[in-house]
């Protein structure tokens, strides 16, 4: 079956501390890899993708991630947190070979960035 | 419209009641989705449609859940006879319809049945 695991239900990090919120996911061939971000009473926004080419995409607010083929991981970093990043983050891939190219989400990473 | 619009917000309804949600996708966008949330879980793949053709239903729980789409742009997921385990955030995304494009997401509507 695939899947896409987040194995932290919650990060913690200082200010001004890098950060990194994991994802690894089981899904075949080379999907597609997405970051959201979801604020309190928000909808989810995109952050950043993965298709193809250099394994280190970057994104919105400063976030980028990391792409690993073989250890199937996609991993979300930023080199200075920011209070102001403290949400929920998912994962999401979507299999290449699913015409429909819905997307299979992780179960979600709570970032609490203090002061 | 600039974002996808989901209407309503908020809906409480009566066990057996049936209830329709509204999604109003990003003008131009070809693909639209439909997602259920549970409280701590991630978005979890209901239907999707192409255009106003509905080509995966492989995400509805059961035939209570039906989904439309007539005109290729505004779309309806409807819930007959509803049941206290459909409560969740129902979530509507519309895409431009490639694999490589990102999709954009409502603020979704919190359907609580009791």
């Known amino acids: 079956a695939q899947s896409v695991a987040q194995p932290e239900d919650q990060v913690n990090v200082a200010e001004g501390n890098p950060l990194t919120v994991k994802c690894t996911y089981s899904v075949s061939g080379n999907p597609y890899l997405f970051w959201y971000v979801q604020y309190p009473n928000r909808g989810l926004q995109f952050l950043l993708k993965?298709?193809?080419?250099?394994?280190l995409v970057k994104g919105s607010y400063g976030f980028e991630a990391e792409f690993n083929k073989s250890q199937t991981s996609f991993h979300l970093k930023k080199p200075s947190a920011l209070v102001s990043d403290s949400a929920l983050y998912f994962c999401?891939?979507?299999?290449?070979?699913?015409?429909?190219?819905?997307?299979?989400f992780g179960s979600g990473t709570r970032l609490l960035v203090r002061p | 419209g600039a974002g996808v619009s989901q209407s309503p917000r908020y809906k409480v309804t009566k066990r057996g009641q049936d209830v329709a949600l509204r999604c109003d996708p990003i003008s131009g966008h070809v693909s639209l989705y439909w997602y259920r949330q549970a409280l701590g879980q991630g978005p979890e793949f209901l239907t999707y449609?192409?255009?106003?053709?509905?080509?995966?239903k492989s995400g509805l729980p059961n035939d209570r859940f039906s989904a439309e789409r007539p005109e290729g742009s505004i779309s309806t997921l409807t819930i007959q006879r509803t049941e206290q385990r459909d409560s969740a955030m129902y979530r509507c995304?519309?895409?431009?319809?490639?694999?490589?494009?990102?999709?954009?997401f409502g603020q979704g509507t919190r359907l609580t049945v009791v």
């Open positions: 993965y298709i193809t080419g250099d394994n």
């Open positions: 995304a519309s895409s431009l319809g490639t694999g490589n494009t990102e999709a954009f």
């Open positions: 449609f192409n255009y106003e053709a509905q080509q995966d």
């Open positions: 999401a891939v979507s299999p290449r070979m699913d015409s429909s190219y819905k997307l299979i």
